[in-house]
């Protein structure tokens, strides 16, 4: 079984600045995908960035970013000139990959950090 | 075009009433999964349907719990004599298909319990 592992439940960043969030993650399997979701208060989960475990350069979405440590197990996001809007709770995600480039559908989330962003 | 939808968006039931949760997958995604989030807490795998076959139940929590799907199209999520542990909000997301990696979330069920 996997599991997924934020251990900040907090974070806060003032606007315009750069914040990180931790995320790790055990697992035996050798394909899979890593996935940050951001759910702010409306509740609606949001895809922000994935990674697959097989492609060693780190993803990059506009101001956010990983960095993948796949020996290390560790999977962080970095969100880069911080706007209000980025205010939500961030979730680390885990799916197992299958063959070709397919993946099983189940997500294993981790507990959550909750990101505030001051003006 | 239309995203996914769940119904209702509240609900509070008494403690031993049945509620039906509802939810409404994207036109032409055939893969649909249900989950739960406690207060505070990440999202819990609860069962996930490919078409109208449920290759995993795994994480349905105990047999008070049921799902069922019509087709490719709408999923109702059951719990029977429902329990005060029950209250969360159930989140249902769909897919293209199960082999897919890209999950598109509803708004949630918050369900309170009293």
């Known amino acids: 079984a996997q599991t997924v592992t934020q251990s900040q439940p907090e974070m806060s960043v003032q606007e315009a600045e750069t914040v990180t969030l931790s995320c790790t993650y055990d697992?035996?399997?050798?394909?899979?995908?890593l996935f940050w979701y951001k759910q702010p208060p409306s509740r609606q989960m949001i895809l922000v960035i994935r990674q697959e475990a097989y492609k060693q350069q780190n993803a990059t979405e506009n101001r956010f970013s990983v960095n993948f440590q796949k020996a290390a197990k560790s999977f962080s996001l970095k969100i880069s000139d911080s706007q209000l809007g980025d205010t939500a709770m961030y979730f680390c995600a885990f799916m197992k990959g299958g063959a070709g480039g397919t993946s099983y559908g189940k997500l294993t989330f981790g507990q959550g950090t909750i990101l505030t962003v001051h003006p | 075009g239309a995203g996914v939808s769940q119904s209702p968006s509240n609900k509070v039931t008494e403690k031993g009433k049945d509620v039906e949760l509802r939810c409404d997958p994207i036109?032409?995604?055939?893969?649909l999964y249900w989950y739960r989030q406690r207060l505070g807490q990440g999202l819990e795998f609860l069962i996930y349907f490919q078409g109208n076959s449920a290759p995993d139940k795994s994480g349905l929590p105990s047999d008070r719990f049921s799902a069922e799907r019509t087709g490719e199209s709408v999923s109702t999520l059951t719990i029977q004599r429902t329990q005060q542990e029950d209250s969360a909000v159930y989140l249902c997301?769909?897919?293209?298909?199960?082999?897919?990696?890209?999950?598109?979330f509803g708004p949630g069920t918050r369900l309170t319990v009293t």
């Open positions: 036109s032409g995604h055939t893969a």
């Open positions: 997301a769909s897919s293209l298909r199960e082999d897919y990696y890209e999950q598109y």
């Open positions: 697992t035996s399997e050798s394909n899979y995908y």
